[in-house]
């Protein structure tokens, strides 16, 4: 099947008009649960042969896209309004025929975005060739998507998909053998950047700033995605398990959800690593987490920037009081979930429409949670201090249909495969006047962990 891709760097932002879109084509038809005997997770493991899939899962729940129809690349300031501006064009000419209706059906694209304005990375929209989409709410579709002259039909997307099926269900292995070494910076260097940006915020320059660092594993055999991805999903249950053309992962951070007017935010600062927890004392994390007025005070800072960019799109914000403390199988984390329900805002064409997923992932992009406080100022230090560029690390990915709505995560507890024996990983630590270098590097571990089991690779 034909795919187009096109990328567009530089400035300015050229107009609507001018990013040129290829014409989609798209059936969306109801798929019997039964042809999904594994679900979705089974999905990816059965059909590990067609390449890497394009991946969005929680818990049953999500999307699997598979080949590509179309792709969009953007690089600086103006990534995130160029991929708009070409998923509107895209959106607004593709034929679709839709029988199953909802969020997540009829034309959809997979996406990942740089975390910085001046990445080397490409961020991108992805729009797969097949997407299986199964919702909490009960809804199972197929959607092809083509370039083609031929419009697909209900028949060539059901062929489609049982071609697909090529590997026998069941979990894959997770490679073994492999060794971890230092990417960018030592774990040396890296506290020291960690204790000069203390020494920053206590000269009184910023309030928080977000240290990442990266570790790159070399493995002896191909690493065989479908086997990561299936890990992660069944160990990382509640989290969102995402794959953006060899960026992996599973992220505990919602950065906005939008389903038709309402958006939904998971914001999360402040970690204590379980495996050094003690094994009788029920009540640890509550107290060591939420008792701790260093921890609190980082969460602070990311619900505030959140609240305070949001608030334009809002009338009505929902946000509990106090933060929750958040279980995953390495962490526990400070977490506070918000609602909100939000405004129409006029759009170029006269009529009211509430901002779509997208928009708002650039509006929201970064957090605190991955940044810090002021913005500007913490964004200038982290390009000072951590010699590295983030790529998609910390950046926004998940997916976006055509009538935006979507889910944009934090690409946080991910790698980047950088060979099919190699992958590099990110993990970073908010760091405010109280932090000890020693202590923020082993938090660094603990955010490695998932990874590092998923890769087969003794978790530090
Ligand atoms: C930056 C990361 O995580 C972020 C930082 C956290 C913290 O400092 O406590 C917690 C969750 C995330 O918002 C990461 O996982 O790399």
Redesign the pocket.
Known sequence: MASVSSRVAGDPSPADTEIPAPLLSTVTVPLDPARLPGGLVGLVEATRRSGLPAVWLRRENGLVGIGTAARFEASGTERFTRARQWWRRVSATARRENTVGGPGTGPLAFGSFAFADDSAFESRLVVPALVIGTADDGRTWLTQQSVDEHPPTAATALAAFEALLDSPPGRPDVPSGGRVRDGSLSGDQWMDAVAAGVRRISAGELHKL?L?RDVVVDLDTAVEPAAVLSDLAHRYRDCWTYSVEGLIGS???MLIKVEDNVARAR?????LDRASAPADDPDYAQRVLWGSTK?RQ??EF?INSLLDRLTSYTDTMTVSSEPFVLELPN?W??ASDVTAVLNDAPSPTGKHRTPGALALAEALHP?A??CGTPTATAADLISELEHLDRGP??GPVGWVDSTGNGEWG?A??GAVLESPTTARL??????VEASDPAAELR??WA?FRPMLQALGVQAH
């Open positions: 977000v990442a992220t505990p951070e914001v999360l600062a402040g970690t921890q980082e969460h990311a962490v984390h400070l957090t949670a991955v690390y910390a934090i946080l507890r990110y993990a970073g630590c908010g760091i938090e660094t955010k």
